[in-house]
């Protein structure tokens, strides 16, 4: 794990402000817009949502287009010490999207590049599609979509108040990926501001080997300033649908069936929870609501672990007051799940709106934030394990290391290895089937929570039970410290990954944040 910083000497202060002043007089010279540069004092540009590392910028940038980024990457690119980290949202976790070094470290605001525009594939050779700026909001790209002609993106990530550009330059990950791939199998067209500075628009069939580099390239070889999305119908409504399980073998093999099947519901996920009153990860946290239809833990088999599982389903349909559409979901429902071995009396369902179903982590964020716990560190862990490995992870993880929870979500889910194009740059492991291992823990702030320390030594002890173990196993959304232990993640692809960034970043001005490699002089 990535250590945090902390600059609170005088002098280095006094340097930064130097710095600063000296490179916002060389910005002024690129007659860039006039409010493009902005306060980096401001706390969002020094810290993450990981909040274990703190960095600060010496200016921060809010570029308005590609034009723009390309004079900001070109004055780096001059200079033999400047560097530029490309930040959305700030939900990365360690670091990724902050700056090494305060005297250095240009940041690149890219919320003002957060232009909608909708396609309908009359002029485009793409077909239905978004043409997206890289610092726009998923849940922004949804909302615009389904205003405009009722159509969206297939595929999703749980939380979409995450930037278009951040989550396709690491893969973009949900329930849905099992069918349609994730984020980064589902654009047709990007926009990249090389490390060279060189505007280039590239595609499957133009420039291909940028267009796939830069797809979960880390933010290594370019800065995603647009990109089109596929659209497609959306539906209006959503059955949803949580089944319980006790023994993972049997949750993972219908998990595995579900993912396998060409008729299959439209979203699957999983998640374990503990088995007991913990009021965050208990019994309680199955539900979709509390009274009539409570968790009934008396249905629970004897003997039963420690934690239990809990697969979600979604079925999509079209009307909620058209009695037919309803009686048809109830039998599509009812025929899908037959077979599965889940705990009898313990299924779930619920109806909600497609956009409120893809939304749904908003409340719980609200919560969050009430309570403290969204600005508290979050030393987050998510791993891509092999189906092979998966059932021993489950007996030495969930079942010991985590028994008691984690105090937020713990996802585990099967993805198709088939459904990823080979050609982006995403490290996966060797299996057809593997799993999404998320541990999401949403703790209040120590005192009243676990230290963060605390939580980053758990994480690490993890992560050395899967190399211990010899799991065919990836860090997704990965960090590391050391040169080395990027070569181990990306294995066979490393000599590809470093040939693309002499290509078009060769004095490694981007993304620093990352850690891969140094900035050379």
Same mark, same amino acid.
């Given at each position: 794990?990535?250590?945090?910083?902390?600059?609170?000497?005088?002098?280095?202060?006094?340097?930064?402000?130097? @710095?600063?002043?000296?490179?916002?007089?060389?910005?002024?010279?690129?007659?860039?817009?006039?409010?493009?540069?902005?306060?980096?004092?401001?706390?969002?540009?020094?810290?993450?949502?990981?909040?274990?590392?703190?960095?600060?910028?010496?200016?921060?940038?809010?570029?308005?287009? &590609? =034009?723009? @980024?390309?004079?900001?990457?070109?004055?780096?690119?001059?200079?033999?010490?400047?560097?530029?980290?490309?930040?959305?949202?700030?939900? &990365?976790?360690?670091?990724?999207?902050?700056?090494?070094?305060?005297?250095?470290?240009?940041?690149?605001?890219?919320?003002?590049?957060?232009?909608?525009?909708?396609?309908?594939?009359?002029? $485009?050779?793409?077909?239905?599609?978004?043409?997206?700026?890289?610092?726009?909001?998923?849940?922004?790209?949804?909302?615009?979509?389904?205003? $405009?002609?009722?159509?969206?993106?297939?595929?999703?990530?749980? !939380?979409?108040?995450?930037?278009? *550009?951040?989550?396709?330059?690491?893969?973009?990950?949900?329930?849905?990926?099992?069918?349609?791939?994730?984020?980064?199998?589902?654009?047709?067209?990007?926009?990249?501001?090389?490390?060279?500075?060189?505007?280039?628009?590239?595609?499957?069939?133009?420039?291909?080997?940028?267009?796939?580099?830069?797809?979960?390239?880390?933010?290594?070889? *370019?800065?995603?300033?647009?990109?089109?999305?596929?659209?497609?119908?959306?539906?209006?409504?959503?059955?949803?649908?949580?089944?319980?399980?006790?023994?993972?073998?049997?949750?993972?093999?219908?998990?595995?069936?579900? @993912?396998?099947?060409?008729?299959? /519901?439209?979203?699957?996920?999983?998640? @374990? /929870? =503990?088995?007991?009153?913990?009021?965050?990860?208990?019994?309680?946290?199955?539900?979709?609501?509390?009274?009539? $239809?409570?968790?009934?833990?008396?249905?629970?088999?004897?003997?039963?672990?420690?934690?239990?599982?809990?697969?979600?389903?979604?079925?999509? !349909?079209?009307?909620?007051?058209?009695?037919?559409?309803?009686?048809?979901?109830?039998?599509?429902?009812?025929?899908?799940?037959?077979?599965?071995?889940?705990?009898? *009396?313990?299924?779930?369902?619920?109806?909600? *709106?497609?956009?409120?179903?893809?939304?749904?982590?908003?409340?719980?964020?609200?919560?969050?934030?009430?309570?403290?716990?969204?600005?508290?560190?979050?030393?987050?862990?998510?791993?891509?394990?092999?189906?092979?490995?998966?059932?021993?992870?489950?007996?030495?993880?969930?079942?010991?290391?985590?028994?008691?929870?984690?105090?937020?979500?713990?996802?585990?889910?099967?993805?198709?290895?088939?459904?990823?194009?080979?050609?982006?740059?995403?490290?996966?492991?060797?299996?057809?089937?593997?799993?999404?291992?998320?541990?999401?823990?949403?703790?209040?702030?120590?005192?009243?929570?676990?230290?963060?320390?605390?939580?980053?030594?758990?994480?690490?002890?993890?992560?050395?039970?899967?190399?211990?173990?010899?799991?065919?196993?990836?860090?997704?959304?990965?960090?590391?410290?050391?040169?080395?232990?990027?070569?181990?993640?990306?294995?066979?692809?490393?000599?590809?990954?470093?040939?693309?960034?002499?290509?078009?970043?060769?004095?490694?001005?981007?993304?620093?944040?990352?850690?891969?490699?140094?900035?050379?002089?």
């Amino acid at each position: 794990m990535l250590a945090a910083v902390s600059e609170t000497d005088e002098s280095k202060t006094t340097k930064v402000d130097d @710095v600063a002043d000296d490179l916002i007089s060389q910005l002024h010279d690129l007659n860039l817009d006039r409010h493009c540069i902005v306060d980096a004092t401001s706390p969002r540009y020094y810290r993450d949502f990981g909040g274990m590392c703190l960095s600060h910028p010496a200016v921060v940038v809010r570029p308005t287009s &590609s =034009v723009e @980024v390309s004079k900001v990457i070109q004055l780096c690119g001059s200079s033999s010490y400047l560097t530029v980290s490309p930040r959305g949202n700030g939900h &990365s976790v360690s670091g990724q999207a902050m700056p090494v070094d305060s005297t250095s470290g240009i940041v690149l605001d890219m919320s003002g590049l957060a232009s909608i525009e909708i396609d309908l594939g009359n002029e $485009n050779l793409f077909g239905p599609s978004a043409w997206v700026g890289g610092g726009a909001l998923w849940e922004d790209v949804l909302m615009r979509g389904i205003e $405009n002609c009722m159509m969206a993106p297939r595929s999703w990530v749980d !939380y979409l108040r995450l930037t278009v *550009g951040g989550t396709l330059s690491n893969g973009g990950v949900s329930g849905q990926a099992f069918k349609f791939g994730p984020q980064t199998a589902n654009v047709k067209e990007l926009e990249v501001v090389t490390g060279k500075g060189d505007i280039i628009s590239c595609s499957d069939k133009k420039d291909v080997d940028l267009f796939y580099g830069v797809l979960g390239g880390l933010g290594q070889f *370019g800065v995603i300033t647009r990109a089109r999305i596929s659209l497609y119908p959306a539906p209006e409504m959503v059955r949803w649908v949580r089944l319980v399980y006790t023994e993972f073998q049997v949750y993972a093999a219908d998990a595995e069936l579900l @993912v396998s099947l060409d008729d299959s /519901f439209d979203y699957v996920e999983g998640f @374990v /929870f =503990v088995n007991s009153d913990d009021p965050i990860n208990g019994w309680d946290s199955v539900p979709f609501s509390r009274g009539e $239809n409570s968790f009934d833990h008396g249905k629970i088999p004897p003997g039963a672990g420690p934690v239990l599982y809990c697969l979600e389903l979604t079925v999509h !349909y079209s009307c909620s007051q058209n009695a037919a559409e309803k009686r048809w979901v109830d039998k599509r429902v009812a025929k899908m799940v037959r077979g599965l071995r889940f705990v009898p *009396g313990l299924e779930f369902t619920t109806d909600v *709106g497609y956009v409120d179903f893809l939304t749904r982590v908003n409340q719980a964020e609200q919560v969050w934030r009430a309570n403290g716990s969204w600005d508290a560190p979050h030393p987050w862990l998510n791993l891509f394990v092999s189906s092979a490995d998966i059932a021993d992870f489950d007996r030495s993880v969930f079942r010991e290391i985590l028994r008691d929870g984690n105090g937020g979500v713990m996802l585990v889910y099967p993805l198709l290895k088939s459904r990823w194009d080979p050609r982006a740059s995403m490290a996966l492991p060797e299996s057809e089937v593997f799993y999404l291992v998320a541990l999401l823990g949403m703790r209040s702030p120590f005192p009243d929570g676990v230290p963060m320390e605390q939580l980053m030594t758990q994480n690490e002890e993890i992560i050395n039970h899967c190399v211990s173990s010899k799991y065919d196993f990836k860090l997704y959304l990965p960090h590391y410290a050391d040169e080395e232990h990027w070569q181990t993640h990306f294995g066979n692809d490393w000599s590809r990954f470093v040939e693309m960034k002499s290509l078009y970043d060769p004095i490694t001005v981007l993304t620093p944040g990352q850690r891969i490699f140094e900035r050379k002089k």
